[in-house]
C-alpha cells in the first residue's frame, strides 16, 4: 500500500495550527506528523521524523522563518517547503525570490483550500505561487525603485542592523566591518533613499519588514576589510 508524503507543520500561531491539523485529517494527499510551535522544535522534529513535507510560517516565536528554511535545507534528508505565512513586506518578497521554496500561501480567507492545492503541486514535483503571492511579487519586481535595485547586496544585509538602531561600533561588533565601512555604507544607503536622519533610516527599515523578532545573527556573506 503506497503512504502519502509525511507533513510538519510549524507556526506559532496555535488556533492556525489547530486548524490545519483539523483539515489535513481529511487530505488523502498527504499524512500530517506533528506541530512544532517554534524555530528551534521545528528542527528537533524534522531530525527525528524526516518529513517529506515542511509548512511553515515566517514570523515565529524563537527565529525568522528565512533562517528556519536554511537551518532545514542543511539537514541529511531536506522537505520541500511551502511558506504559508502573513507576512507579505518587501523584504520576506526579496527573500523568498532568492531562496528554493516550493510554495507561497497568504493566509487570506480562502488560504487553506490553496494550501491543499499547493501541497498537491508539490509533493508532486511542481512549484505554487497563490494568486495573491503572484501579484505581490510582480508588483515588487516592477517597481524601479525597489531596495534590490538601488543597492549592493553588502548594503541590504546591513539594514537588519540598522533597522534596530546599532551603532557603527555595534554593528562592527557583529559583522566584523571595521566602523567606519559601517558609517560609509549606512550614509550611502541614506543617500539613496533620500533620508536624512538615522531614526528615519531605521523607520523605513521596520517598514520594509527588515527587522526579525532576534539580533540577526553575523552575516555569513560579510568579510572583514
Avoid at 505565512?85 to 500561501?105: A, C, F, M, P
Avoid at 511579487?137 to 538601488?150: E, H, T
Amino acid at each position: 500500500m503506497h503512504c502519502p508524503p509525511t507533513l510538519l507543520h510549524i507556526d506559532s500561531d496555535a488556533y492556525t495550527a489547530f486548524l490545519l491539523h483539523r483539515e489535513a485529517g481529511s487530505w488523502p494527499f498527504v499524512r500530517h506528523i506533528g506541530i512544532a510551535s517554534d524555530g528551534s522544535e521545528g528542527i528537533h522534529i524534522a531530525r527525528e521524523r524526516e518529513p517529506d513535507l515542511v509548512i511553515l510560517e515566517l514570523m515565529l516565536a524563537d527565529m525568522d522563518g528565512f533562517s528556519l528554511i536554511e537551518k532545514l535545507g542543511c539537514l541529511p534528508r531536506k522537505p520541500a517547503i511551502i511558506v504559508f505565512t502573513s507576512i507579505t513586506n518587501e523584504y520576506s518578497l526579496y527573500r523568498i525570490k532568492r531562496l528554493h521554496i516550493g510554495g507561497v500561501v497568504w493566509k487570506t480567507w480562502n488560504g487553506h483550500e490553496q494550501l491543499a492545492a499547493a501541497i498537491q503541486c508539490v509533493v508532486g514535483g511542481g512549484i505554487f505561487l497563490s494568486l495573491e503571492a503572484i501579484s505581490s511579487i510582480q508588483k515588487f519586481n516592477r517597481d524601479p525603485n525597489a531596495f534590490w535595485k538601488i543597492m549592493s547586496e553588502r548594503e541590504i544585509s546591513l539594514l537588519p542592523l540598522f533597522g534596530i538602531g546599532l551603532s557603527d561600533l555595534d554593528a562592527s561588533l557583529l559583522t566584523g566591518l571595521k566602523p567606519g565601512t559601517i558609517h560609509s555604507h549606512r550614509q550611502r544607503i541614506m543617500a539613496k533613499l533620500d533620508l536624512h536622519r538615522r531614526d528615519a533610516l531605521m523607520n523605513w527599515c521596520r517598514e520594509k519588514g527588515f527587522v526579525m523578532r532576534l539580533l540577526p545573527r553575523k552575516p555569513s556573506c560579510i568579510s572583514s576589510d
